[in-house]
C-alpha cells in the first residue's frame, strides 16, 4: 500500500535561518507531489506542486522554495527564514482517479 | 479560476444532533469535489469524494454528501453528530490544469460538539 512520509513533526526555527522538509511517499510510482501551508484562520494555501522529477511549479510567489531530486521526494527549503513562514506544512501525493493523501504535518515555529 | 466558499466558520452542535456543513464551488466544468476532516496537530482525512453520477455521496464515519449542481453545493452531513467528530472540515475542488491537477481547499469549518 501508500505511505507518505514527513519529518520533521515539528521544527523551531529563528529568523534568518535555514530550512529544510522532506517528505517521501512509497508503494507508488511518477506521483504528483505538493506542498501546502496552512496559517491559523486561512485554510489550506497550495505552496508548490511536481508531476515530475525537477519539474516544479510554483503557486504563491515567497520565500520559499521546492525540489524534487528523486521520483518519490519532495523536499520544501528556504535560505532565510521570515516570522510570516511559520505555520503548518503539509506534503501531499496524488493517485489515480484524485485521490489526495495527505502526511501528518510539520508545524515550524520561527522565533 | 475555480473555488471553494466555506460561509461557516465554526459551528457548534450536541451530540446526537444532526449535522450540516455548507460548502459551494465556482467551476466552469463538471467539478470533482472532495471533503476532508483534519483533527487537531494532524493531517488531512478524506470522507468522500464526487466524481460523478449519483449525487448523494456516502463516506467514511457515517458522512454523506449532495452534489447539487443548480445550487452549486456540495454540503456535508450526518444524522447523529458523536463527540469524536470535533474537527476542522474543508471542502475541496480539484482543477484540471495542463501539467497536472490541484486541490483548492475552502477556508475550513471548525466542529464543536457539545456534550
Redesign the interface.
Known sequence: SQTIH?WPATLVQPVGSPLSLECTVEGTSNP?L?W?RQAA????Q?LF?S?GID?I?S?VPQNLSASRPQDRQFILSSKKLLLSDSG?Y?C?W?GV?????????T?LTVV | AQSVTQPDIHITVSEGASLELRCNYSYGATPYLFWYVQSPGQGLQLLLKYFSGDTLVQGIKGFEAEFKRSQSSFNLRKPSVHWSDAAEYFCAVVSLTGGGNKLTFGTGTQLKVEL
Open positions: 514527513q504528483n505538493y501546502y484562520g486561512r485554510g489550506l497550495l506542486y508531476i519539474q511549479s503557486e503548518f503539509l501531499a496524488a482517479n484524485y485521490g489526495y493523501t495527505f502526511g501528518s504535518g508545524r
